[in-house]
């Protein structure tokens, strides 16, 4: 999972990390999120940052710049969420949904 600067802020975070726990999965971030501390600078992903290769990676509030896609370019199955429809990262996302991560987090895990 990539955590983008939509998500940063403690309410955004909080509910983040509870939808990564349900998926038992691990927490990365773009640039703006590591430069906030919100992750640790070893999680951040992109061209001054790690690559990953995983199966499935979800994106949320994650715009998309190529210094961030060049570090996730070889993921499987990507899958975006983002308020903006305009967001380069629906370009390179297998699925995506537009709508504000807040309430899509929210929504999911009040079902858990
Ligand atoms: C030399 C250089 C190297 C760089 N290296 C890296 C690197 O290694 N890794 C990296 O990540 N970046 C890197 N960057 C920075 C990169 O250019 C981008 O600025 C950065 O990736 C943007 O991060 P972001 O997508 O989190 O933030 P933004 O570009 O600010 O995007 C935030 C997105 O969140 C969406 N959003 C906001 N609120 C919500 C909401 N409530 N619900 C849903 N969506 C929402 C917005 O629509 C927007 O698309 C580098 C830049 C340079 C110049």
Not at 74 to 92: G, R, S, V
Request: aromatic share 6%.
């Amino acid at each position: 999972m990539i955590a983008g600067r939509g998500a940063e802020t403690a309410e955004s975070f909080e509910l983040l990390r509870r939808f990564a726990g349900h998926l038992d999965a691990a927490v990365g971030g773009t640039r703006p999120i590591a430069d906030e501390g919100w992750i640790p600078f070893e999680n951040q992903v992109g061209q001054t940052g790690c690559t990953i290769r995983p199966r499935i990676c979800i994106a949320l509030g994650v715009s998309g710049a190529i210094q961030h896609t060049e570090g996730i370019k070889d993921t499987k199955l990507m899958i975006a969420i983002n308020q903006d429809e305009e967001a380069p990262i629906f370009q390179i996302a297998d699925y995506g949904i537009v709508g504000d991560l807040n309430q899509i987090l929210a929504e999911y895990l009040k079902e858990k």
